[in-house]
């Protein structure tokens, strides 16, 4: 069974916002979520300076980045991790079992890693008999519902405490009901320490992985990514190629601009630095230590210097957090792994615009998540790229993308030709522009684009004269 | 960052945008009146049509450039070219440029980008306009559009001009910065999730208990105010040159 599915994109919305728990759920948290960020900027130059910073590191590793992955193998094979290579989702599930299975891992527990739901690690894992268990007490939560994330921060951010309560009630034995926070933070802790204990493997993401030094550095609050990458024998580290920067130098500001965007956190209360297996003499950490660097079509999105900048994201989510069309539908509703804004533009570009063609018609450009990125990537830009490459117009000639030309209607270039044609006569324009303000308004309210604009609005009233015609009235000058 | 204030100008030009052309003229017709009575003479060349934008937002990018095109041989003196909107400014402003890249007209378009400013930015910063108020009592409500904010940095300048009128009252939405949900075709394309959002937005003008909902933008206010219209509510929209040229000019 998976997931992830990109079609229906219009059933799922409709479906969403029908549930009025979910909305009330995801306005109160993106509410929440958007005041504390709030207010860790603001002082407006220190936010504009850092951020330029925060981007020109993340180009800066862009523009290198074959050269850095190499160095980053190089230096981590040194410090004792060993490096694995996966051109696809398949090769890194494949990599992931063969360590597994060579330590005859039964469980394997889990920190926070959307790189893994890319690759439904879970779900394969399952099928070859090794059981995979979040530890992230939101992905903990979305686990035992049977769901995906929904935020890629907030994996759980969709529900609400009740709805907490009773999942914990139905799946935990022993336990009952209760609202409130701490309880149900110590509930899950208490079931999952043992697991930690036990486990054969741990498995974790990387925020950012330090080429310079081989150090994979991983930001979380919970002190689960400690346990999944200290106390099981085996650590396995999974991680996109974008991942990688240059210096250890380069990572205070992207962890400050990281941690102040996502969650509104000067610092967030663990911050790990992973640089080797366990050493001779050592009391813990693992005894072995494994990185796995996935492309999964990160390196086709690398190719075209337009679309590269989507790379550059640090995985904050402020802009869903900002985004008012994620506030209204929810993460889920999205059908792929990233939803908000940076997964209406990195999704069909990893999965093709065929599977996923309504993503980039799903904005209004309003450009709030362009506002709070704090590494400037032009996400509206962006929008409208994947815009023209669905219309099939597309002038970006050098490196297609998937499914191209998914959404290209004949009727609609058709109209668009006839739009053009007569927005660029003045001559055209007149006689069009004069007819509409005589007989614009007898059209029927079932006419194309009509029928939907007048769902929940009244039909647009066509004004008796033109600006032009009272310009000219006004005796204004015409030169 | 708004456009950067420049001395004020013996002539405009004015770009009345198509949808004030044919749904709004009463709102581009104030905008004039207002930049008139500052004594700076109004240009309105005739064959202006359309920015460009629901095109070059819809995918077609070909199509925006012949419109956008068009344009450009219109207003070529160096003097200010404003607009009713901040959308269009910001089309003009940040998007002709990257249209034109490459393009033998390239030149020409950033000369006109350069030379763009929204309505109450120029009023506010290049005229320094100085309101009085001749209007009864009243409560209303602001709507700003995202592209003036975003695009164009205006934010506070239409708020400031409301606020120089005496006798309204000027009450903030709750989420004032909120996308109403218009985007262009966004709302034909995903009517769902533009409904929702519209809607929200009409639930917070009617929490001012405002009169009237003035906004700077005839997209968001077709929008809205189509919405509020549907829903039977007393509240009223306008555009804000509208607004304002009622409340100041001397009754005929």
Known sequence: MTLVNGKDFKGRVHKALKDEELRANFRRAMDGLMGKRAMQFTDGDEWTRLRNLGESIKKRALSKLPELLERLEENCTKNGIKVHWARTVDEANSIILEILKSHDVKTVVKGKSMVSEEMELNHFLGDHGIRALEADLGEYIVQMAGQMPSHIVMPAIHMNKGQIAKLFQDNLPDTPYSEDAAELTAIARKELRREFMEAGAGLSGVNFAVAETGTLCLVENEGNGRMVTTVPPVHIAVTGIEKVVENLSDVPALLSLLTRSATGQPITTYFNMISSPRKEGEKDGPKEVHLVLLDNGRSKVYRDTETRDTLQCIRCGACMNHCPVYTRIGGHAYGGVYPGPIGKILTPQLEGLDEYPEHASASTLCNACVEVCPVKIPIAKMLVRLRDENSGNCPHGEHPLKGRGAKSSTIENAGWSGWAAMNASPATYKVATTAMSRIGNLLPQSAPMLKEWTSVRVKPKFAKKTLHQMAKEMGLKDE | ?252
């Open chain 2, 1 to 252: 960052m708004s456009r950067t204030p420049i001395e004020k100008p013996k002539s405009v030009y004015f770009f009345g945008t198509c949808l004030v052309d044919l749904f709004y003229p009463e709102a581009g017709v104030a905008g004039i009146e207002l930049i008139k009575r500052e004594g700076v003479e109004v240009i309105f060349p005739q064959a202006q049509s359309c920015c460009g934008q629901p095109a070059f937002n819809s995918g077609q990018r070909d199509k925006a450039r012949d419109v956008a095109r068009a344009q450009l041989d219109l207003f070529t003196k160096d003097i200010p070219v404003v607009l009713p909107s901040g959308s269009c400014a910001g089309m003009m402003f940040k998007h002709y440029p990257e249209l034109f890249e490459g393009d033998v007209d390239y030149n020409k378009a950033c000369a006109l980008a350069n030379r763009v400013y929204e309505l109450s930015d120029f009023l506010l910063n290049v005229l320094k306009i100085k309101l009085t108020d001749k209007g009864e009592p009243m409560r209303v409500t602001w709507h700003g559009s995202c592209h003036s904010q975003r695009e164009m940095g205006v934010r506070s300048q239409p708020k400031d001009l409301i606020n120089q009128l005496e006798n309204v009252e000027l009450v903030e939405l709750k989420r004032e910065t909120e996308c109403c949900g218009f985007g262009g075709t966004f709302a034909v394309r995903q009517p769902e999730i533009s409904a929702a959002m519209v809607s929200d937005k009409a639930d917070d003008v009617e929490a001012t208990q405002a009169q009237k909902l003035v906004s700077g933008d005839c997209g968001c206010m077709m929008n809205i105010t189509g919405h509020l219209d549907y829903r039977k509510s007393d509240v009223q929209g306008l555009h804000l040159a509208e607004f304002l040229w009622e409340r100041t000019n001397d009754p005929r």
